[in-house]
């Protein structure tokens, strides 16, 4: 039907019902001091959207993530969106943070709205000091192009590394054949040649182009050397300043890493650079979360497995993963408690044979993923994945960056169940790896 106003108009008016509604859900919920911040700010008043936005973030961390109420993240997502509003003119940088913050932390309800202020974010420009690590061009093209011997990867990858079973390898097979010789099977595969078009697989070699594209948005980044120890936090900076962290000469020893993130969701841009595969709609199934992992060569993931469909596309670089099947997770000893139940107990990298004394001689399947590689991983096969040093850059002593992909989200980033990320003291240079993880059902 025909109202007579412009599509625009109608658009604004849904906007501000639903920011409506939203105010007086928190008003109903005690938050009437929220609320009147919030309507200063929609005026322009900077000091009340600040005020509005600290106090959405503190319900937000009032107690366990998955107990907070739903309205006060899209609460948290207002306060963001009115902060850009005001800031927009003054403070580009400022205003694109407040963005990220919310499509981070805020809820669905004005997600939209929030990707919407983004495309209008003025756009990164050569000379204006944003977005900008110094990294060298040429000395990360050159990074990345300098392999390591494997004599000397296989010093700090587990005991009897690729002594056993190799996972089967296959190029370009259709989406039949790989629906009925491993899907339905739930048998892993790596498949060659599949992701070469992608425009990542180039892209992603030119660091001007990432921090073009994504240096001033704002990440969550973990630091430390994994989720249950003590010293592990999480950091919100910059994608250029985690990049200048990868360069970092004591990098080694603050690891820091991007994990279990939707990075693709945030960052519309770099959702371009990559191709769903068919593989991930076999039998029906869909596709159920796309993420992204970066961090430094040495990085581990430890054991653990997922309850989906998972397929691994490695983008740049090489990486060691090794599977074991489902059907001997007793002897893998998972951890008792719930949140960890999906992870092993056993360090693979120093396995205490006293203490889990089936594991030492269990039969697994391995491998050195390749660029360009995707894996197939079925549900529940346990999996650990090593980023060793395949890539040495000349003449520097630092980290080199990689990317890889795990389902869950951290703390500041709701319902982390794992990310586990383990260095070795190694002096390598640069390497670039990513990994997507799809999950896919059965229909």
């Given amino acids: 039907m025909d109202t007579g106003e412009p599509a625009g108009a109608l658009v604004a008016a849904a906007g501000g019902d639903k920011r409506a509604a939203l105010l007086r859900q928190i008003t109903e919920e005690g938050g009437f001091a929220f609320a009147a911040s919030a309507e200063k700010a929609a005026a322009g008043d900077l000091r009340a959207a600040e005020a509005a936005r600290e106090m959405a973030w503190e319900q937000l961390h009032s107690g366990p993530w ?12 207002l306060a963001c969106l009115h902060v850009a ?22 809820g669905d309800l004005l997600r939209a709205e929030l990707e919407a202020a983004i495309a209008r974010v003025p756009a990164y420009r050569n000379g204006d000091g944003n977005g900008d690590t110094g990294i060298d061009a040429e000395r990360w093209m050159e990074g990345l192009s300098r392999n390591t011997d494997l004599a000397d990867v296989f010093k700090v990858l ?18 039949e054949a790989f629906i009925h010789d491993y899907f339905l099977r739930e048998s892993p595969v790596i498949l060659s040649g599949c992701i070469d078009h992608w425009p ?12 073009r594209i994504a240096g001033d ?15 592990w936090r999480q950091d919100l900076i910059t994608f250029s300043q985690f990049l200048e962290r990868m360069w970092s000469p004591d990098c080694s020893a603050n690891l820091t890493y991007l994990a279990q993130h939707p990075l693709f969701d945030q960052i519309k841009e770099l959702r371009e650079d990559i191709v769903v595969p068919d593989y991930c709609y076999a039998g029906g199934g869909e596709l159920q979360a796309l993420n992204a992992w970066f961090g430094p060569d040495g990085t581990v993931t430890p054991l653990h497995h997922d309850p989906h469909h998972n397929l691994f596309a490695q983008v740049l670089g090489r990486k060691y993963i090794r599977l074991y099947n489902a059907s001997i997770s007793e002897d893998l000893y998972p951890h008792m408690e719930t949140m960890l139940s999906n992870m092993s107990q056993v360090d693979l990298d120093n396995i205490d044979v006293k203490e889990f004394p089936r594991t030492e001689g269990l039969e697994f399947m391995d491998c050195i993923l390749e660029e360009g590689d995707l894996l197939y991983i079925p549900p529940k096969w346990w999996h650990y994945h090593s980023v060793a040093a395949f890539h040495k850059y000349l003449l520097v002593d630092s980290q080199p960056l990689s990317l890889f992909s795990n389902p869950g989200k951290a ?32 229909s």
Avoid: F
């Fill in 66 to 77: 998955r107990e907070v109420e739903p309205a006060w993240r899209d609460a948290y997502a």
């Fill in 158 to 175: 587990p005991v009897k590394s690729l002594s056993c079973k190799q996972i089967e390898r296959r190029t370009c097979i259709s989406l």
């Fill in 217 to 231: 948005r704002t990440v969550p980044a973990e630091v430390g050397k994994n989720y249950v120890c003590n010293e």
């Fill in 200 to 211: 990542a697989r180039t892209k992603w070699k030119d660091i001007k182009y990432l921090e």
């Fill in 85 to 106: 509003s005001i800031r927009a003119g003054d403070d580009r940088r400022a205003a694109l943070r407040a963005l990220d913050m919310g499509l981070i932390m805020g």
């Fill in 411 to 442: 703390h500041l980033v709701p319902d982390k169940h794992k990310i586990m990320g383990t260095a070795h003291s190694e002096e390598i240079g640069l390497g670039i790896l990513l990994a997507c993880i799809v999950k896919m059902s059965k």
